[in-house]
Structures are given as structure tokens and as C-alpha cells.
């Protein structure tokens, strides 16, 4: 069977993506941008013996795919920023019971219900810190169908070896465009499979006892195993605990499994940035403005490159740190008043000359809007 060639829009290839890396089960509640992901996963899901619930609200979806990914499913949700912010209490549930799944945002613009049908990147810090608590979370993004299509993959991915929800922080330019989408044969792109216990049915199972390499098997609840499962702090057997020294190794765990490997879930693509004096830093739609303009000033002899970031949290700070150590200038490009460019910003060799290109109305940043602000700061003498 040959890969199948098709031309969609980005939501669509969430779903492809998504049916790819082997979903079973969605909970969501309608809400622009988002909306065609629902849609499609309600035609497509009864065709592969998977479910689709549309739930009473947001928390109500988020739970749903809580408990189905326990009982054994590969599950997600997809909302926008609205929602997304009455998510958070059950995805930090998710992340202290360890329980893996995928929360897509196709961000809008905001605060409130702010500009439904326009784009926007504000959910950035949100996503890192939208549920209460020291924790880490893993969330990333993509600037074309094609890599939405394989990031989805990546994603159910990192959900299953890590036991963690993982976040695809879409924006409304990109869930809404079109483009050639090539789908792999099956098999193609690596699947993780959940990783099941191999602990017999009557033996003393522990939920949240690590194996060697780190992974936490799974047994499917209601199935062989009797277990217990929380969001507060808990032992390896997952009943309540406070003990501080058990507490406190708990917490360090749901961090450590995620901050410590920043070098391998790091996702990224660069252009031209060995000579580069002048790095421009981006991710979503707006990386797509910032590569024309690139391609069109490097043509023209000038030494200028992009790292486009795929991988948003855990924030890939050495990599950046090393594209950026040979930079005259670093410009940071986003639809939000700056919430990429305050973490580059502190971890790269010349934080001065870190300047931020930013539009919040609404509307797709442009490779003239860029050009304009990198005019002012190059006529300095950077």
C-alpha cells in the first residue's frame, strides 16, 4: 500500500495524524478554531472502532479523556484558548496521575473570548504554566500540514513513553490553511504502543513504580489489576500520601522525566544560520513569514538564518543558546507580546541584542512587518 496524497486544512491533518498514531477515543466540546477537528473525528473514529463523546463542557472533556486513556485508549481533546483555560484543572490531574494524552489548542486571539476567528500565539505561557503547581509539560508545534500531520505522531509518542499529556499548540492560521499533505504508509513513521505491565494477574502490581529506563507500565483500569489513582501527592501503589520524602520524590520525577531529556524531545528546523549574523527565532505561522523573508534576503548576500522551534516546553534552551552563540542580533517573532523572546532572552550569549517583533491584532505577522522592525534595529549598527 503507497502513501495517500490529499489536500487539506490543518485540523484535518491533526486528525490524520492523530488516526495514524492510533486514537480511539475523543471528548470535546465545539469551539472556534478547533471545531473541524471534532467534526472529523466524529465521522472518522466509529469507522476504526474508536469513540467520539461530545461532552457537556470543557473540564467534563478533559476528564473523559482522562479516564479513557486509563482504561487502555489512546485519547485526546482539542479546544482553543477558552477552553483551554477551563481544561487546566483536569490536566494537571492528568500530569500528577501520569496519565498520557493529547490536548490540542488552536490558539485565538485573547484574553476572554477575545477574536474567535483570528489568529494569535497567546497560550504559550499558559501552556507551561496553566495548571497550579511545579510540574513540566511537553508542547509542541508546527508551521505546515505536513509537519502537523507527523507532529500529531510525535506526540501520541511522547504522551505513551513519558505517561504525560502532551500539548499541540496550534494557531488559527495554521488549523485553517490548505495544503498537499502526503500520508506514509503505516508503519512508515514509528508508533509507541502503550507500554503494558507484564505483571500477572493476583502478583502485587505498582502503577507508579519506574522501570530501569524510566517508563511506567500500565495496566488498564478494570482490568486484571486492582489500583488506585489520584491527583494527590501518592505512593508507588498510588494511594495519598505525606510523607515528605515520598512527596517530595514525586515531584521531582514528574519534572526531572521531562526537563531532564530537553535534548531529546527538542524538535526544530534551521535555514542558513551557519554564517548567519542575524538569527531570526520563531514557531507556528509566524515561522512561515520569517522564512520568506529570509529566503528572499539571503538571495540577496545577506547572513541571515532561521531556527524555527517545534518543540516549545520543555523550552529547548541549549539549542538555542548554541544556533544563537555567533549572532550579531537575535530576533524573536510571535503573534503575543513576547512570551518566546523572554525565555531566549536570559540564555543566550548576548541577551541585549535580543529584539522582539511581535503583532497582536489579530492578523498574520508579515515578512514586512518583520523587514520594518529589523531595519530600525540593523540601522543601529547591530
Not at 476504526?48 to 461532552?55: I, T
Not at 549574523?277 to 545577506?302: P, T
Request: hydrophobic fraction near 40%; include cysteine.
Amino acid at each position: 500500500m503507497s502513501s495517500q496524497i490529499c489536500f487539506v486544512q490543518g485540523n484535518e491533518a491533526c486528525v490524520r495524524g492523530a488516526l495514524y498514531a492510533g486514537v480511539r477515543f475523543f471528548a470535546g466540546y465545539p469551539i472556534t478554531p478547533s471545531t473541524e477537528i471534532a467534526e472529523h473525528l466524529a465521522e472518522q473514529l466509529p469507522r476504526v472502532g474508536g469513540k467520539f463523546v461530545q461532552m457537556e463542557d470543557e473540564i467534563a472533556s478533559m476528564c473523559a479523556v482522562c479516564g479513557a486513556s486509563l482504561a487502555g485508549f489512546k485519547a485526546m481533546t482539542a479546544t482553543s484558548g477558552p477552553g483551554f483555560s477551563l481544561k487546566q484543572e483536569a490536566l494537571g490531574y492528568a500530569i500528577m496521575a501520569e496519565i498520557p494524552c493529547v490536548v490540542v489548542d488552536v490558539q485565538r486571539g485573547g484574553p476572554s473570548t477575545g477574536l474567535p476567528t483570528e489568529c494569535s500565539q497567546g497560550d504559550l505561557m499558559q501552556a507551561r504554566w496553566g495548571a497550579h503547581g511545579d510540574h513540566s509539560i511537553i508542547a509542541l508545534t508546527a508551521s505546515s500540514i505536513q509537519d502537523v500531520f507527523s507532529t500529531t505522531v510525535e506526540a501520541f509518542n511522547m504522551a505513551e513513553t513519558y505517561r504525560t499529556p502532551v500539548i499541540l499548540l496550534f494557531d488559527e492560521v495554521i488549523g485553517h490553511m490548505r495544503e498537499k499533505l502526503e500520508i506514509p504508509e503505516q508503519g512508515v513513521l514509528p508508533v509507541v504502543e502503550r507500554l503494558h505491565t507484564e505483571v500477572r494477574a493476583g502478583v502485587n502490581y505498582h502503577p507508579y513504580l519506574p522501570r530501569e529506563d524510566g517508563r511506567l507500565p500500565m495496566s488498564d483500569f478494570g482490568g486484571v489489576h486492582r489500583y488506585n489513582v489520584t491527583g494527590l501527592h501518592h505512593d508507588i501503589w498510588g494511594f495519598p500520601t505525606q510523607n515528605a520524602d515520598q512527596v517530595s520524590k514525586l515531584n521531582y520525577h514528574l519534572y526531572d522525566k521531562i526537563e531532564n531529556r530537553e535534548h531529546l524531545l527538542a524538535r526544530w528546523k534551521e535555514y542558513y544560520l551557519d554564517d548567519a549574523e542575524q538569527v531570526i527565532i520563531s514557531y507556528g505561522s509566524s515561522a512561515r513569514s520569517c522564512r520568506q523573508l529570509v529566503e528572499n534576503r539571503h538571495h540577496k548576500g545577506d547572513r541571515i538564518g532561521l531556527l524555527e522551534l517545534q518543540t516549545l516546553w520543555p523550552f529547548p534552551a541549549k539549542l538555542v543558546r548554541e544556533k544563537t552563540a555567533r549572532a550579531k542580533s537575535i530576533f524573536v517573532v510571535e503573534m503575543n507580546m513576547g512570551q518566546l523572546a523572554a525565555q531566549v532572552k536570559p540564555i543566550v550569549v548576548n541577551p541585549d541584542r535580543v529584539f522582539r517583533v511581535n503583532r497582536v491584532d489579530g492578523q498574520l505577522i508579515t515578512p514586512t512587518d518583520i523587514g520594518q522592525v529589523m531595519r530600525v534595529i540593523e540601522g543601529r549598527g547591530f
